[in-house]
């Protein structure tokens, strides 16, 4: 069972009881209440990041599950796109492609995929049709977004 630790400015800690039958410390979970105690931890999570440092992993690993949390519980997750140009760049970062890499998949110029991403010219109904064919991407997704 966890037991309320500490409470700092908008950042609470439990305890997890030592557990005996392994001998491991007990463990620590923080937990961010405030929207200062969230800017705070980012800024630490950002700071450690930069340092690349392989001291940090755990502090790391803590911050990061705190944020996440905290992120969760306050509505900060990102609904799905709304626009072509969205799906495209969440499908990009799903397959892990570069903008030229996704063009040759789709069989599209990249200077026109660019184009689509930056609202430059809109997705057309062969792009359209090979984010369907393609990627397997629902049909009313494809043809409802702008």
Do not use: W
């Not at 557990?19 to 961010?32: E, G, N, Q």
């Not at 800017?39 to 502090?59: M, S």
């Not at 790391?60 to 609904?79: K, M, Y």
Request: glycine share 6%; aromatic share 4%.
């Amino acid at each position: 069972m966890f037991q309320e630790a500490e409470h700092i400015e908008g950042v609470h800690l439990r305890l997890c009881p030592l557990d005996h039958k392994f001998s491991s410390p007990a463990l620590t979970t923080m937990i961010l209440t405030t929207n200062k105690a969230h800017k705070a931890a980012l800024a630490e999570f950002r700071h450690l990041v930069d340092q690349d440092e392989e001291g940090h992993h755990a502090r790391l690993l803590e911050l990061r599950d705190a944020i996440h949390t905290f992120e969760e519980s306050h509505g900060h997750a990102p609904g799905p796109p709304r626009t072509i140009a969205g799906v495209l760049e969440v499908e990009m970062f799903r397959l892990r492609l570069h903008q030229k890499e996704m063009a040759e998949k789709l069989g599209i110029g990249a200077s026109r995929l660019s184009e689509v991403l930056r609202g430059k010219r809109p997705a057309g109904i062969e792009l359209r049709r090979a984010l369907y064919t393609k990627l397997h991407l629902p049909a009313e997704d494809v043809l409802l977004l702008d």
